[in-house]
């Protein structure tokens, strides 16, 4: 396992669309690899192109503190919506707020090939939209309504 780089926006990876997936060790060292730098980054998700691989593959901690894996994920299914802050390692320092489901279904593979749905809530199913959105080459900077100030993140951080 190691800790890679981080890619910061404006870096042209982070507005492609990502490639399939194909399930293999290569995959899972990504997948080992994606773990351990968001260990080192203290973040609640981080998505293969981040770090610079245009694959379909993510890891999101849920709201236990358990790390779920999405190979080739898609939405399944949304319901409600709410807004609230968010912010990512590939764009430091900038915190906005963002609309999204509070309930999703995820359908995305295992590592051993099977596919799979997961049903996700509020902060887990915030975490898996904003990844998802980064294998479609997308950041959260596009779909923020307001950026918050350095005064309310200060309140919010207290």
Request: aromatic share 4%; proline share 3%; charged share 30%.
């Amino acid at each position: 396992m190691a800790i890679r780089n981080i890619l910061k926006i404006g870096e042209p990876t982070l507005e492609m669309v990502s490639k399939e997936a194909k399930i293999d060790n290569r995959l899972f060292e990504l997948l080992n690899d994606l773990k351990e730098t968001l260990n080192a980054a203290d973040g609640l998700g981080l998505a293969a192109p981040q770090v610079g691989v245009l694959r379909r593959a993510a890891i999101i901690i849920d709201e236990e503190g358990r790390v779920i894996e999405l190979i080739n994920p898609i939405i399944v299914h949304s319901n409600g919506c709410i807004v609230g802050a968010e912010g990512c390692l590939s764009v430091p320092g900038r915190w906005g707020e963002v609309e999204r489901p509070k309930e999703v279904v995820v359908g995305t593979y295992g590592r051993d090939g099977n596919y799979r749905e997961i049903k996700l809530f509020d902060m887990t199913a915030r975490a898996a939209c904003h990844e998802i959105d980064h294998l479609n080459g997308e950041l959260f900077v596009g779909k923020v309504t307001r950026f918050l100030s350095d005064e309310e993140l200060n309140r919010a951080e207290k």
